[in-house]
């Protein structure tokens, strides 16, 4: 979120300062406003599904840097899924993420990109991946195993945003 607010922010200074923000007033927080309302909309529209989740690194089990996509894999946003339950290109909320640490130093907005697929992701079944090294994973350690409310709240286009 406070990502989110700062980009705002920029936004707004960057269209103060151009000569074509006195022809047409621009209000970036209200059209960010105007968009939080549609995805919690939607989000409300959508189905919660129950889906078991297991954890995964790069560089063990021939895991390697680029998801089913060919794009690269983003820490603690990426996630595998069966296509027949999620479909790829998917963006998720997975409401037990929230308040999680991110690598950056931030904490997780509960926001994840179905990009990745993998062999033993079969049903109801979600890998969140969490990083390159093996302590990556212990911000995500309590919920290995368990079973998490994913939501499908919009869907992307080529990859997805890098953190």
């Known amino acids: 979120m406070q990502r ?3 980009g705002l922010a920029a936004a707004a ?4 300062a151009s ?6 007033p621009v209000d970036p927080v209200g059209e960010f406003v105007q968009d939080l309302q ?10 919660e ?3 078991k989740a297991t954890l995964y690194r790069t560089g063990v089990r021939g895991v390697g840097v680029r998801d089913s996509l060919g794009c690269r894999v983003q ?5 595998a899924v069966d296509p027949k339950v999620v479909p790829r290109h998917s963006v998720v909320f997975i409401k037990e993420t929230v308040g999680l640490p991110l690598p950056n130093g931030g904490v997780h907005d ?6 990745d697929t993998g062999g033993a992701i079969k049903g109801r079944r979600i890998d969140l991946y969490a990083g390159a090294s093996a302590a990556a994973m212990r911000a995500l350690a309590s919920l290995n195993l368990k079973t998490l409310t994913v939501t499908r709240i919009s869907s992307f286009d080529g990859c997805p945003p890098s953190s």
């Open 75 to 79: 820490p603690m946003r990426t996630l």
């Open 19 to 24: 000569p074509a923000s006195a022809a047409a």
């Open 110 to 115: 509960g926001v994840w990109y179905a990009s």
């Open 4 to 6: 989110l607010i700062a």
């Open 49 to 51: 599904l129950l889906m």
């Open 38 to 47: 549609a995805v919690g909309e939607a989000a409300l529209k959508a189905p």
């Open 13 to 16: 200074l960057a269209v103060s």
